[in-house]
């Protein structure tokens, strides 16, 4: 059973939050705010914040920027990952993406079939690692962006987590590129 082993000192993380969508405003992004939210309740650090169009190009420009940033650790995008037309989030990140992270995309769905049943085959909920940061791509619902971090990523980005998680994996992730160098 996963646990939070009490005797390990937690580390704070750097997370980008960027809300996909035509329509909203920073006066009316909720999902975004309940993620950033959530994201400092944890304490880890809400390191930047941005809305961007539903636009492969520009969500691109987003995370390649974020990517390419030092102080980002993670990116977690909301929004953008149904099957209409204007949503291509998981189109940028393929555009970025080195390895997907295929369970939690999986996951994710598995939770919210408890919640919402077969609706959530709509969603296309990714996460993937790029250039040594955590990407992850959320259903832009408020209700979708609490599920993936209060029964996800909560507790993968806790250094505590037990038996793994994803931040003591951190110093790994680019081991590709000082091998070949």
């Known amino acids: ?23 909203r405003t920073a006066a009316d992004d909720t999902s975004g705010d309940v993620l950033a939210a959530r994201v400092a309740a944890a304490g880890h650090h809400v390191a930047a914040r941005a809305i961007a169009r539903d636009d492969a ?3 691109e420009r987003h995370l390649r920027g974020w990517i390419a940033d030092p102080a980002i650790d993670v990116v977690i995008t909301t929004g953008g990952t149904g099957i209409t037309g204007r949503d291509v989030t998981p189109e940028a990140f393929d555009r970025v993406l080195e390895k997907r992270i295929e369970g939690f995309g999986e996951l ?6 408890q919640k ?15 250039h040594g940061t955590y990407l ?12 993936a971090w209060d029964d996800i990523l ?15 994996l951190m110093p790994r992730l680019q081991e590709h590129r000082t091998a070949a160098a």
């Not at 994710?108 to 079939?113: A, C, D, H």
């Open 154 to 168: 909560l507790w993968q980005l806790d250094n505590r987590h037990r038996p793994c998680n994803l931040v003591e």
């Open 136 to 147: 992850f791509a959320l259903p832009g619902s408020t209700g979708a962006v609490k599920d």
């Open 108 to 113: 994710f769905r598995m939770l919210s079939y």
């Open 1 to 23: 059973m996963a646990r939070i082993d009490e005797t390990r000192r937690f580390i704070a993380v750097n997370i980008a939050v960027l809300t996909v969508s035509d329509t």
């Open 116 to 130: 919402i049943g077969t609706s959530t085959m709509q969603s296309r909920a990714l996460g993937g690692v790029a």
């Open 57 to 59: 190009g520009a969500i």
